[in-house]
């Protein structure tokens, strides 16, 4: 969706890689790093084998022995230093769960969808196409591992890598000394993207001393945003200057591996630590672009002990949303980039352009096309996925959902209710998010807008009513199960992953269950719901999204209704 989850947006690609890029350099590394939800960190090898969805589960295999892949929060496949631009913008095939996949052209006929991907040829049903995207969210601008202190960077005070003390090797940057400084000026600056890093807290306080993150946005002389996860306070804290009018909340400090991610852009600020908001800023005034990141200590007493250890730093530009755009749930609409919709019947689409029927224009180039949206199937085919289930990042920026059947050291063996069994190589996988080991239906892949006025970053953004129906056919197996789904709020793009409407409840098989932001546990965008046994029933169940106040409708747009049946109850939350 083109308004949200700009979260993690990857790297380049399989048969597409010399069309797409230009440069992609990999370090030597191990074939994966996990994190676990404590924050440690291993590094080793995916294994798996079977090629069954219900074979031995997959484990990391590390120097500190095997772990189920399952309990990881994330798994990053060869991981290291990589910079990649893209030469033009491809197509995002989008089937309405999680992403979709790139290509560099495709063709549409009567009844099937046909293009190229990093997982080889495609063909689709047109009947499960939601729309076809003709622009990227983004690039890596930066990925750094910190292996060495590269020409870009400017350094003070001794600042160089050496191998970590906590976790599994390698290198990271260390701050100890006082007054050490290590930063970054951008030659393109960058008006909308993130940034993240990990970080090392052992926790302990040292007086008078402090390690920040400064960055700058425009031609300021001076950051106007510095955070500072130590060591003279208990608190994570975040200030800023006028110009950002940023909210905050302290976090107390924790021992461990931390992530923190600054998203930003012309329509606000959200600053995460381990997915807890730390701080945001609402759009009000228009925001310069990223200008310069620096890291770095401030001077005070020489104490050998305090030390802070930084790596895995990336990057990413996100290019801009759309504006102005109205769509037809009955009739295909071809958007351009200049905001203009053309609405019809869809005769054809082949490498060059796109042909439609009805329209005051009937032939669109795909240079000229921004996104091209087919009309609602009458009604949309559930998607199954059974067995050790994740959000998969290929290094093109394709994501999808899939089955994990068979990995080792040089290829994975993935399987998708559209895609079917798919072999890649290691070096086009990016990171695998362990979802659930089980069961799980896509039973509502469309978007659904909730409220009463016309929201142009959604994408249905005439409203489809005050509450949304659904149904969903349940199996009464042994497991937890659980309603997942995303949403996108009005106002609101950048914290939208991370706050959920407030004046909306859940009411499954007529039963209310409560509020939504009471309910759900967010990550990444999605929210996930524990459903309780005694409302569902063995056939087909009926839910409803609506106000808890009649009245107060906020705008918000929901979509990918999923129900997730986990088989065993040690499986990832």
């Known amino acids: 969706m083109l308004s949200r989850f700009a979260s993690m947006i990857t790297l380049a690609v399989l048969c597409l890689a010399t069309a797409l890029?230009?440069?992609l350099r990999a370090e030597p590394s191990p074939a994966a790093e996990g994190r676990l939800p404590s924050g440690e960190m291993r590094r080793g090898t995916v294994r798996k084998s079977g090629l069954s969805t219900d074979g031995k589960p997959?484990?990391?295999?590390?120097?500190?022995g095997t772990d189920p892949l399952s309990s990881f929060r994330?798994?990053?496949?060869?991981?290291?230093?990589?910079s990649v631009r893209l030469r033009s913008q491809p197509l995002l095939v989008d089937w309405g769960d999680a992403g979709g996949l790139l290509t560099r052209s495709l063709a549409i006929d009567n009844a099937l969808v046909r293009f190229q991907s990093t997982l080889g040829p495609v063909e689709l049903p047109k009947r499960t196409?939601?729309?076809?995207l003709t622009y990227f969210k983004g690039e890596v601008t930066l990925e750094d591992p910190f292996s060495t202190i590269g020409p870009s960077w400017n350094r003070k005070g001794g600042v160089d890598v050496r191998t970590q003390r906590y976790g599994t090797p390698p290198s990271a940057l260390p701050l100890t000394v006082p007054g050490q400084r290590l930063w970054r000026e951008f030659d393109e600056p960058i008006a909308r993207g993130s940034i993240r890093f990990l970080f090392f807290d052992d926790s302990r306080r040292f007086r008078h001393r402090r390690w920040y993150v400064a960055v700058t946005f425009g031609s300021s002389p001076r950051p106007q945003l510095r955070i500072e996860p130590g060591w003279d306070r208990d608190f994570y804290t975040v200030s800023a200057g006028p110009l950002l009018e940023l909210e905050t909340q302290a976090i107390p400090r924790t021992v461990g591996w931390k992530e923190i991610v600054i998203d930003f852009g012309s329509d606000g600020m959200v600053i995460t630590l381990d997915d807890q908001l730390l701080a945001w800023r609402h759009r009000s005034k228009e925001l310069p672009p990223l200008s310069r990141l620096e890291f770095g200590t401030d001077d005070g007493p020489d104490d050998e002990d305090a030390e802070a250890w930084i790596d895995d730093l990336r990057i990413i530009t996100k290019w801009p949303e759309r504006t102005t755009l109205l769509s037809d749930p009955h009739r295909t609409m071809v958007a351009t980039g200049t905001g203009d919709a053309w609405f019809g019947t869809l005769e054809s689409a082949d490498e060059?352009?796109?042909?439609?029927?009805?329209?005051?224009?009937?032939?669109?180039?795909?240079?000229?096309?921004s996104r091209l949206v087919l009309p609602d199937s009458a009604e949309p085919t559930p998607l199954v996925w059974e067995g050790e289930i994740g959000l998969l990042r290929l290094r093109d920026g394709s994501r999808l959902i899939a089955t994990l059947l068979d990995a080792d050291e040089s290829s994975w063996t993935i399987d998708h209710p559209l895609l079917g069994r798919r072999t890649v190589a290691l070096e086009h996988l990016d990171s695998w998010k362990p979802l659930l080991v089980g069961r799980r239906t896509l039973f509502?892949?469309?978007?659904?807008?909730?409220?009463?006025?016309?929201?142009?970053?959604?994408?249905?953004?005439?409203?489809?009513?005050?509450?949304?129906?659904?149904?969903?056919?349940?199996?009464?197996k042994p497991g937890t199960a659980w309603l997942t789904f995303r949403w996108n709020l009005k106002d609101s793009p950048l914290s939208a992953p991370r706050m959920l409407p407030g004046n909306f409840g859940l009411w499954v098989n007529g039963q209310s269950l409560g509020k939504l932001s009471s309910l759900a546990r967010v990550d990444d965008g999605l929210a996930r719901i524990a459903l309780p046994e005694q409302v569902l029933h063995a056939g087909i169940n009926s839910l409803e999204f609506m106000p808890l106040v009649a009245?107060?409708?906020?705008?918000?747009?929901?979509?990918?209704?999923?129900?997730?049946?986990?088989?065993?109850?040690?499986a990832t939350p």
Do not use: M
């Open 444 to 476: 509502y892949p469309r978007s659904f807008h909730l409220g009463e006025k016309v929201v142009t970053s959604f994408d249905r953004p005439v409203p489809d009513g005050s509450r949304l129906r659904a149904s969903f056919q349940h199996e009464a």
């Open 551 to 570: 009245g107060d409708l906020e705008e918000v747009e929901f979509s990918g209704l999923a129900l997730e049946l986990e088989s065993r109850e040690d």
């Open 129 to 132: 196409l939601r729309s076809v």
């Open 352 to 369: 060059e352009a796109v042909t439609l029927a009805g329209a005051e224009r009937k032939r669109f180039d795909w240079n000229d096309i």
């Open 21 to 23: 890029t230009d440069d």
């Open 74 to 82: 994330q798994v990053t496949l060869l991981p290291g230093a990589r």
């Open 58 to 64: 997959a484990s990391l295999d590390s120097a500190r």
